[in-house]
């Protein structure tokens, strides 16, 4: 049984994540847990699946705390020291719903993953009649937001004066970002900054293509920047003063490269993921860390893994998704919005991207059934070095080949659709496309 992609289980409410699935998981999830907290985003869904998941949950003998509707980042601050259940389908459309568990503010790791996917499959029985838990409501978003702001004034500056607008995009950024943003002294404009989980405004996914009013908006307004959420506030996207949407890769740059100057650590690390640009690696070396990279969805398995090493991890993000772990364990967009309206109010977000290197950056995909994803992969971990032969191989997840300018490419199997994807940035962007682009195609067709 594969419940579990990269973020969670996500899907259709009516298909996949149903009340059913729900109960099921509350039931296999409860069994490990003595008290729950239990989240929901404001998917139309969410209310009839947290029913089924308290009574899943508290039919294994948890007792399950229901926070209500609050965004995934205060979920996960508030199941430090407990588990918690989280559902969302972040910035799926509105028929769609998921569930996220976490244990004492992290996503639970692949093997806690597969240890509930079994025991769904096995559908064992409640626990005994007089075992069930109990259950109570709990109010946490004043907690957390506070939390998010105390952590933002430890960078030392106010606010004051600084203008931002938040496109909370319907979603649980509604309750959370510009709450933070104002308690630190900023003037806030908000777009749909109500919860509807129609998403009337715009879909919820933050895209140069979605956020076309945000963007509008800040360009004819003297707004420093602008700041854009998905459904749960997890995801953050940037537009400068010119309406100009920031490259996620710059944003996540500028974040790492600032918490490793900052740190006092012997072996201060940045993990990352597979996909994510050069521009990170240059930026971070420069400040003195070094950048470890692991697959995509398992940010936390690769900060445990970095700390296991030695390492000190003081920044981990993939593109869009940070996690400050001077905060918390968790992605929280909320939090990356305080600290980066920190930033640009005390050095301007022109200044901040400056030093960075904006290399153009493309991705493809190309056709390839299930079936031979394998093969093609194992031929291109030869077939790339030998076409590159200057560059840097790495195959732990894909086959990444950086160049001695920066410059880099990645080939990976698509996780969800018959693909494999291409990434790539240079300078000549479209010809190193072409040439990777040509070697996987071949490698398709010959196996």
Known sequence: MDLFGTAGIRGSARERVTPELALAVGRAAGVDAEEV????????????????????????????????????????FVSRGRRGVMLTASHNPPQDNGIKLFEDGTEYDAAQESTIEERVAADEPPAAWDAWGDAERADVLDEYRTAVAAYAREFGASL????????????????????????????????????????????????????????????????????????????????????????????????AERYTRESDALDPVVVTTPNASARIDERVREAGGRVERVRLGALHEGIASAEAAGGDVVF???????????????????????????????????????????????????????????????ALETEIPDAFPEAAIDTEYGVRAEFPDGSWTLVRPSGTEPYVRVYAEADDVDGLVDDVTDLVEDAVANT
């Not at 509008?216 to 707004?223: E, G, L, N, R, T």
């Not at 772990?325 to 920190?342: C, E, K, R």
């Not at 056709?367 to 994803?373: E, F, R």
């Open 160 to 255: 004051d004066g600084l203008r931002v607008a938040v496109d909370c995009g319907n979603g649980m950024g509604s309750v959370a970002t510009p709450h933070v943003l104002e308690s630190l002294g900023a003037e806030v404009v908000a777009l749909n900054a109500n919860v509807d989980g129609h998403f009337p405004g715009r879909p919820s996914k933050p895209t140069p293509e979605t956020i076309g009013d945000l963007v509008a908006f800040v360009a004819d307004s003297d707004c420093a920047f602008g700041i854009a959420h998905d459904g749960d506030a997890d995801r953050i996207v940037i537009v400068d003063a010119d309406g100009e949407v920031v490259h996620e890769d710059t944003v996540l740059a500028i974040l």
């Open 37 to 76: 907290v239990l989240g929901r985003d404001g998917r139309e869904t969410g209310g009839a699946l947290a029913d089924a998941m308290a009574a899943g949950l508290r039919s294994a003998g948890a007792d399950v705390r229901r926070v209500g509707v609050v965004p995934t980042p205060a979920l996960a």
């Open 316 to 378: 981990a993000a993939e593109p869009w998704k940070h996690i400050h772990p001077g905060f918390g364990g968790w992605i929280d967009g909320v939090a990356s919005a305080a600290v980066l309206s920190w930033l640009v109010a005390a050095e301007g977000l022109g200044a901040l991207r400056e030093p960075v290197t904006e290399r153009p950056y493309r991705k493809v995909s190309v056709d390839c059934p299930d079936g031979k994803k394998a093969a093609v992969m194992d």
